[in-house]
C-alpha cells in the first residue's frame, strides 16, 4: 500500500514518526505552513520557518525513504496581527521554489476582515504563480466560514478546481462538493473527523476528488491516522484500487498541477559518526 499525506506538520514530528510512517506505506507529504502555537513576533520569523520547510525538513524526510513538499503562506491565525503582515509581500520569493506545491494554509480563522483581505490576496498569488491552493476551514462556525471562503474563491483569478477545502466534516462536506474545490479531510483522535465517520463520507460522496490527511502537529493527533482510514475502508468493502485513489492518485492528481512533485526520493546514506540524522555537507 502506497500513501500520500496531503496535510501534515512534521515540524512538530520525531524521526520516529518518520520511521512508523514509512513502515505503514506513507511515500510521501505536503507540509503547509502554520502557525506554531504561539504568535511570530516578527516577519523574519517567518523566513527562517519557510526556509526550513524548503531545505531541512526534505532532508529529514529523506533518511526515512519519504518525499516531503510544502505550501508556503501567511497562515489565518496570524493574518490578524499587524507585525506579520509584511510576510505577504515576501511571499512571490519563496512561491518559486521548486518544493513548494501549493499557496497554504490560507483561509480563516476567526473571520476577521484582515482574513479577507489575506485571503482575496493569496488566491491572487496562486493564481500568479501558477500554483494551487490549500485552504484551511474554520474550526469554529465552520459552515458560515466554508460558505465565505467559497464566495471569496469564485471572487477569485483562481479557478475552483484548483482549490481544496480543507477541514472539512459532514456538515459541510456537500456544500463544498457543490462548489468544485476539491474535499480534504482531516482525521483526528477525538476532534475533526475519524476514519470510521470518513469511510461514510465516502460511501455517500464517492473518491472522487477526495484527499485525507493526518494533519498530525503538536497537539493531539496520529501521523498514521491516513493508514487507519485506509484500513478502515478495507473493512468497509472498498477496493484496493478505491484506497489507492484517495490515499495515493488523488493527492498526486491535486498537487501535481504545480508541476513540481518529485516523488522519488534518494537513498539515505551512511550515518555520520551514529547519528540517527544525517548533517548536511560542506
Aim: glycine share 6%; proline share 6%; charged share 25%.
Amino acid at each position: 500500500m502506497r500513501i500520500f499525506d496531503p496535510h501534515i506538520h512534521m515540524t512538530s514530528r520525531t524521526t520516529d514518526d518518520y520511521e512508523a510512517m514509512y513502515a505503514a506505506g506513507v511515500r510521501a507529504l505536503v507540509e503547509p505552513s502554520f502557525w506554531l502555537g504561539q504568535p511570530r513576533t516578527s516577519p523574519e520569523s517567518f523566513f527562517d520557518y519557510f526556509d526550513s520547510l524548503l531545505g531541512w525538513e526534505p532532508f529529514r524526510a529523506a533518511q526515512y525513504g519519504i518525499a516531503h513538499h510544502c505550501t508556503v503562506a501567511l497562515n489565518p491565525k496570524e493574518a490578524n496581527d499587524p507585525r506579520c503582515l509584511p510576510v505577504l509581500d515576501e511571499l512571490p520569493r519563496f512561491l518559486v521554489k521548486d518544493n513548494v506545491v501549493a499557496v497554504g494554509e490560507i483561509g480563516y480563522d476567526s473571520m476577521a476582515p484582515a482574513e479577507d483581505a489575506a485571503l482575496a490576496t493569496q488566491l491572487q498569488l496562486a493564481a500568479d504563480h501558477g500554483l494551487p491552493a490549500l485552504v484551511h476551514t474554520p474550526h469554529r462556525d465552520k459552515l458560515a466560514g466554508m460558505r465565505r471562503t467559497i464566495d471569496v474563491v469564485r471572487e477569485s483569478a483562481l479557478d475552483p478546481e484548483r482549490v481544496v477545502l480543507d477541514h472539512l466534516n459532514e456538515t459541510t462536506v456537500k456544500e463544498a462538493a457543490d462548489s468544485g474545490c476539491w474535499l480534504g479531510f482531516s482525521i483526528y483522535p477525538d476532534t475533526k473527523m475519524d476514519e470510521d465517520r470518513m469511510v461514510t463520507v465516502l460511501k455517500t460522496y464517492g473518491t472522487e476528488k477526495m484527499l485525507v490527511n493526518s494533519a498530525a502537529d503538536w497537539g493531539k493527533s496520529d501521523p498514521l491516522k491516513t493508514r487507519r482510514t485506509a484500513d478502515a475502508m478495507l473493512a468497509a468493502g472498498f477496493t484496493e484500487d478505491d484506497v489507492d485513489q484517495v490515499l495515493w492518485r488523488n493527492p498526486v492528481a491535486f498537487y501535481g498541477s504545480s508541476g513540481r512533485l518529485q516523488l522519488d526520493t534518494p537513498a539515505p546514506g551512511d550515518l555520520h559518526e551514529g547519528n540517527s540524522i544525517l548533517r548536511g555537507g560542506e
